[in-house]
């Protein structure tokens, strides 16, 4: 098989919303580098079953209900 057929697969950092960090194997990034997690599985209502609170990025959440605010 050809050695450039694989991406370079390198131990980085995950940290966990709660500041909880840990090792693991990714083709994200370069080696050595931190992932910061803004949703995981502790705060995300899908696993812990609470009520979801939008993240509104860039006002995205805001224009759309201010475009669609009369609609109905």
Same mark, same amino acid.
């Given at each position: 098989?050809? *050695?450039?057929?694989? &991406? =370079?697969?390198? /131990? +980085?950092?995950?940290?966990?919303? =709660?500041?909880?960090?840990?090792?693991? $194997?990714?083709?994200?990034?370069?080696?050595?580098? @931190?992932?910061? %997690?803004? +949703?995981?599985?502790?705060?995300? &209502?899908?696993?812990?079953?609470?009520?979801? *609170?939008? %993240?509104? $990025?860039?006002? @995205?959440?805001? $224009?759309? *209900? =201010?475009? /669609? *605010?009369? /609609?109905?």
């Amino acid at each position: 098989m050809k *050695k450039e057929g694989h &991406p =370079d697969y390198h /131990f +980085i950092t995950v940290v966990m919303t =709660d500041g909880t960090e840990y090792q693991t $194997r990714s083709t994200w990034g370069k080696e050595g580098d @931190r992932m910061v %997690l803004d +949703i995981d599985p502790k705060v995300h &209502p899908a696993w812990t079953g609470g009520e979801g *609170k939008s %993240l509104d $990025r860039g006002g @995205r959440v805001s $224009r759309f *209900k =201010d475009k /669609f *605010k009369g /609609f109905v």
